[in-house]
């Protein structure tokens, strides 16, 4: 069966609703009304073989922030939810990634112990209209609902655009090997007998 979990999520700033699928195959219907996060997340569920479908309408006449921000919110609790008990799983997860001059590495635990460790500074504060200082956010808020630890760090890179989408496709590659099941791991892998 098929890991799967979905969210509408409603505010005076957003309007979202997202479907994950854990177990897919990489397919993606996107529409965010922020052109970078749709790159961000169409790439994300390719190099996860997860299916996503995103629908988002915020206040992009303010600013992307709220928008991104509450996108990683319904990402986050969505994606709790599709992995369920964790029974089975590996667990952990990591993934480089090189991107032409660029080397991003995320590490995950799907602890049910939120943190986001960042270590990454781009070059630039903006791609195109898209404010960098959001993929913080973003993380932040995913690690937060998804209730993992999340590790990311960008080793070198001299392109901003570059440096992101190698984060985006190091988290999705990471959190793929994470919820693989694992033959040899029986009930929850934790010596507490719970996550």
Not at 105 to 126: C, G, I, T, W
Not at 181 to 188: E, L, P
Request: proline share 3%.
């Amino acid at each position: 069966m098929s890991r799967k979990g979905s969210v509408e999520r409603q505010t005076k700033e957003t309007e979202i609703r997202l479907e994950l699928n854990v177990d897919g195959e990489g397919n993606s219907q996107i529409s965010t009304g922020v052109p970078f996060m749709d790159h961000m997340l169409d790439l994300f569920t390719k190099h996860g073989l997860f299916d996503l479908t995103v629908k988002a309408n915020g206040d992009t006449e303010i600013d992307d922030h709220h928008t991104t921000e509450d996108i990683g919110i319904c990402l986050g609790h969505v994606f709790k939810e599709a992995i369920g008990d964790k029974k089975g799983i590996r667990r952990y997860g990591n993934a480089f990634v090189p991107m032409d001059e660029t080397l991003a590495q995320v590490v995950v635990d799907l602890s049910n112990r939120p943190h986001l460790e960042y270590r990454a500074e781009f070059p630039r504060e903006k791609v195109g209209t898209f404010d960098t200082e959001l993929v913080e956010e973003f993380l932040s808020k995913f690690a937060i609902e998804a209730r993992i630890n999340l590790h990311v760090i960008v080793h070198y890179g001299t392109n901003t655009h570059h440096m992101i989408e190698a984060i985006f496709k190091a988290l999705a590659r990471a959190l793929d090997e994470a919820t693989q099941h694992d033959n040899r791991v029986k009930g929850v892998p934790s010596t507490k007998g719970m996550l």
